[in-house]
């Protein structure tokens, strides 16, 4: 005796599982905390630096390590932030300010001390604020990635100011202290220039892309 097929209408729907939300990332994580806890040196660094006029070989050492600390930091959250999810909206707006923060104490303190010419602090500061600028300027068409080049910039960038920092004795450290911001100088001018193109260019792009909709 045969079977009769069964009635396509009353077979039982098979539930389709539901999608997880993702799990937000909380705020205190410890990318964040490295973050922050490198606007916080900041002032600290300033003080040791100023202290006894900057000519303190003790506090002259205690900056210049606070300074190396927080640079450490500035590597190590952007890298914690990624590897492990912890990417928030406040790390992607505190963690660029924290590093102008640093560097710009750095090269205005040394300024001031009269150790850094101003002409090379101002024509790095201009870049940085130009950069901020052009980055809020472009933001709706798109973010423009950091490149190696910048990547670069920023290394040397800190390279240098350590060497100036540092209670070294004067002779031939000063020629390389020397080479190594001249370095800086000239990555800093041409990674700025770099940015003003990619900026025009995507600006330009993101124009037609709005015309041909």
């Known amino acids: 005796m045969s079977t009769a097929p069964a009635d ?23 990318a964040n905390i490295l973050t922050v806890s490198r606007l916080v040196l900041v002032p600290v660094f300033l003080v040791a630096l100023f202290t006894e006029g900057g000519h303190s070989f003790g506090w002259r050492l205690t900056a210049t390590i606070v300074f190396a600390v927080a640079s450490v930091t500035d590597q190590l959250d952007g890298w914690l932030a990624r590897r492990h999810g912890l990417v928030t909206d406040f790390g992607k ?29 101002l024509v790095i500061a201009a870049r940085e604020v130009g950069v901020t ?5 472009v933001i709706r068409y798109g973010v423009i990635p950091a490149s190696r080049g910048g990547k670069l910039k920023t290394l040397t960038q800190i390279v240098a100011i350590g060497f100036f920092l540092a209670p070294l004795p004067t002779g031939p450290f000063d020629v390389v202290e020397w080479i190594i911001m001249g370095t800086a100088v000239a ?27």
């Open 8 to 30: 396509p209408s009353q077979e039982v729907p098979q539930q389709v599982p539901e999608a997880t939300p993702p799990t937000p990332v909380p705020l205190l994580n410890v």
């Open 93 to 121: 707006i505190a963690d660029p300010i924290a590093d102008k923060a640093l560097t710009g104490a750095a090269l205005f303190g040394l300024s001031i001390l009269a150790e850094l010419p101003w002409w090379v602090t």
């Open 133 to 137: 600028l052009l980055r809020f300027w």
């Open 187 to 213: 990555l800093t001018v041409v990674t700025g220039l770099d940015y003003v193109f990619r900026a025009l260019r995507l600006r330009a792009q993101g124009i037609r892309a709005r015309r041909a909709v």
